[in-house]
């Protein structure tokens, strides 16, 4: 079976090799495309998102929520300390800073490792700003609010799957009483920390963007083929096509969701890299992200025969 999979993996690899040499020309448009992407959409948004979870996380700002509505959500998603802290973070910065915060939180002793594990498979939160822009190239406002809601509150059924028995005495790994660092000696490592993240984004995002560019070059992919490729890879790609398809508007609404719910490829990318020597577990992200498809996807479905006519 490994050397079936070692020649398999030649046999791609070469493959792709060709491809390269064949359409050498997408090289230098597709790193530029992605280049430009990044610089238009990804830093503006992330960059400061990066700098400011790492200073809210260690200067414990949002220490207020562990007395009073953080035990609520503790005791129903069976979690302990500051998760509500977690997931408030992942909401407003998006992913893959979710899987940032996580991290930073569990090296800090903030969080225990149990609970990291649970909320990687639901706070994955897509940046709205950039959702409701690509969105809105192919629906009107009131679609494109609808599906922002759905993708995010599908999180929350996703947590009642993932919060297994309660363990009380988890309590007691975490460190409440955290030190709180100077803004100026957090500014610098913050801003390296990020830049680091990013770069890894951008090397991610041109990777698939080039692979997808070259499998599509390939003379026997349909529109809608080209699009659910794109969307495995890299959704940006995907979403910005969406206009093309001479679909109705309910199947493309639906195509959107569940290549919003899994991620792409990239994104998954990503946040292996964003884990890597860590104990969180990816596995959990990518059955958060299996579920995310199948939840939000059913639930669009119902609530557009039973209450939208």
């Known amino acids: 079976m490994n050397n079936l999979k070692k020649v398999l993996t030649i046999i791609i690899l070469f493959f792709f090799l060709f491809l390269l040499f064949k359409y050498n020309y997408l090289l230098a448009k597709t790193t530029m495309d992605a280049v430009y992407l990044w610089l238009g959409k990804v830093f503006p948004n992330l960059f400061i998102m990066f700098i400011l979870n ?17 035990s609520l959500f503790n005791k ?5 300390g500051p998760a509500l802290e977690a997931f408030l973070l992942s909401l407003f910065s998006g992913t893959p800073s979710s899987a940032f915060i996580l991290k930073e939180m569990v090296q800090n ?16 939160f897509p940046n709205p700003l950039f959702l409701y822009a690509i ?5 009107n406002k009131v679609i494109v609010i609808r599906i922002i809601l759905v993708i ?4 929350l059924v996703i947590g009642l799957f993932f919060k297994g028995k309660k363990k009380e005495n988890c309590t007691s790994m975490i460190r409440e009483d955290q030190e709180n660092h100077p803004l100026l000696s957090i500014l610098p490592l913050a801003i390296t920390k990020s830049i680091n993240t990013l770069l890894m984004i951008l090397g991610s995002i041109t990777f698939y963007m080039i692979i997808s560019n070259l499998i599509l070059k390939l003379p026997f992919f349909s529109p809608l083929t080209s699009i659910i490729i794109k969307g495995l890879l890299e959704i940006t790609q995907a979403l910005n096509s969406l206009p093309s398809l001479t679909l109705l508007s309910f199947k493309k609404e ?8 899994f991620g792409g490829i990239s994104i998954h990318t990503q946040i292996l890299q964003i884990l ?4 969180i577990k990816y596995q959990n992200f990518f059955f958060g992200r299996l579920m995310h498809v199948l939840i939000s996807t059913s639930s669009y479905i119902l609530i557009k025969i039973f209450f939208i006519r």
Do not use: M, P, Q, V
């Not at 129903?76 to 302990?80: A, K, V």
């Open 135 to 139: 969105l809105s190239l192919s629906f």
């Open 254 to 261: 639906i195509i959107a969701i569940i290549i919003i719910s």
């Open 276 to 279: 890597e020597g860590t104990k």
């Open 54 to 70: 790492d200073i809210i996380i260690n200067t414990n700002l949002l220490s207020f929520l562990n007395k009073g509505s953080n």
């Open 109 to 124: 002793g903030r969080l225990s490792l149990e609970d990291a594990n649970k909320l990687i498979a639901y706070t994955y």
């Open 76 to 80: 129903i998603f069976h979690t302990n």
């Open 152 to 155: 995010y509150l599908t999180n």
